[in-house]
Nanobody, 123 residues
Framework: VQLQASGGGLVQAGGSLTLSCAAS????????MGWFRQAPGKEREFVAA????????TYADSVKGRFTISRDNAKNTAYLQMNSLKPEDAAVYYC?????????????????WGQGTQVTVSS
């Protein structure tokens, strides 16, 4: 049971990045997925989440309208499309999965975590 996050990098403010989270095994089946981030010296915070079927999504207010979460269950992969990036979006981004099909904004309710991918936004 593993989650592999990728796609981070250095981007200028206003730019875009797409993060991917590839899941192995039965992690993805029936699982809601979430993205969280943690900047240096700050607590981990919720970014976005999506239900198992993909029909329901939720976003943090700080990213609403700029980020889009999606998933391809056939590929066992979740995505986070990030547009109009700001310096305050810089952080290590983590993907997470729940054992249930419904998402949560609370990181304590996620059962599996990826290793994180660094996003750096230059001003």
């Amino acid at each position: 049971v593993q989650l592999q996050a990728s796609g981070g990098g250095l981007v200028q403010a206003g730019g875009s990045l797409t993060l991917s989270c590839a899941a192995s095994g039965r992690t993805f089946s029936g699982s809601a997925m979430g993205w969280f981030r943690q900047a240096p010296g700050k607590e981990r915070e919720f970014v976005a989440a999506i239900s198992w079927g993909g029909g329901s999504k939720t976003y943090a207010d700080s990213v609403k309208g700029r980020f889009t979460i999606s998933r391809d269950n056939a590929k066992n992969t979740a995505y986070l499309q990030m547009n109009s990036l700001k310096p305050e979006d810089a952080a290590v981004y983590y993907c997470a999965a729940r054992k249930t099909s419904w998402y949560s904004q609370s990181d304590t309710l996620y059962d599996y975590w990826g290793q994180g991918t660094q996003v750096t936004v230059s001003s």
